[in-house]
């Protein structure tokens, strides 16, 4: 390789780097996109009780959709359930014992969901 295609090289790097930098910067303070409006959709959240799912859970309450949480727990998924429908004064999230272990279970959820 010749220096000047080295240069050229290292020029198309720099380019692209700084580019997607710069796009990066400008959707920070921007904020980006708009996201999907979630207010029509339903959504399946499974371990809902606790942890992770129940996190998840109280991220999508306020984006007006409709939760339909799962978990093996029926106390702690229904105490979630009743918090989540108080602190966004809806009736759009329910709550559901379901056992992922069991396929029968899961058959059984999925009609009453439907």
């Known amino acids: 390789m010749t220096a000047i295609q080295i240069i050229a090289q290292y020029t198309k790097l720099f380019y692209v780097l700084f580019k997607h930098w710069f796009f990066g910067l ?3 303070f921007t904020g980006g996109p708009p996201l999907k409006d979630l207010s029509k ?3 399946l959240i499974t371990g809902a009780a606790s942890g992770l ?3 998840v859970a109280q991220r999508l309450a306020p984006l007006g959709c ?3 949480l799962w978990d ?3 106390v702690n998924n229904a ?3 009743e918090e989540l429908n108080n602190a966004t004064n809806s ?3 329910h709550a559901m014992k ?3 272990t069991s396929r029968e279970s899961i058959y059984e959820c999925a009609k009453k969901v439907k």
């Open 26 to 28: 400008i959707q920070l």
């Open 41 to 43: 959709e339903t959504i």
């Open 53 to 55: 799912g129940k996190g």
């Open 66 to 68: 409709t939760l339909i």
């Open 72 to 74: 093996v727990d029926e």
């Open 79 to 81: 105490r979630v359930a």
């Open 91 to 93: 009736k759009r999230i």
């Open 98 to 100: 379901c056992d992922l």
